[in-house]
């Protein structure tokens, strides 16, 4: 069965630290795409921040640029969302996502979602 599993989310003080992990069963992670969104109540989801299969290679939004580090551990079928300097804006639902594209072949899964909170 594929899953995607988040956790880590919370409640932190602005300027505090969180670590979200999403840990992926029945699929192998290291081929996908993989992405971090969010959506904070009566908005869209946005895109985060994502990283590359092949490469490694990262993107950010610029609201989370130079506080955000996605990582992923292919060893362990895990991507990571280090989140530094946090700020009250940055308060939503964090879904974990990935993508997968060859050719005429498409997949993409989703987690349930973390909930963080940045108040003090």
């Known amino acids: 069965q594929v899953q995607l599993v988040e956790s880590g989310g919370g409640l932190v003080q602005p300027g505090g630290s969180l670590r979200l992990s999403c840990a992926a069963s029945?699929?192998?992670?290291?081929?996908?795409?993989m992405n971090w969104y969010r959506q904070a109540p009566g908005k869209t989801r946005e895109l985060v921040a994502l990283i590359t299969s092949a490469g490694g290679s990262t993107n950010y939004a610029d609201s989370v640029k130079g506080r955000f580090t996605i990582s992923r551990d292919n060893t362990k079928n895990t991507v990571y969302l280090q989140m530094n300097s946090l700020k009250p804006e940055d308060t939503a639902v964090y879904y974990c996502n990935a993508d997968y594209k060859r050719g005429f072949t498409t997949r993409t899964y989703w987690g349930q979602g973390t909930q963080v909170t940045v108040s003090s």
């Open positions: 029945g699929f192998t992670l290291s081929s996908y795409t």
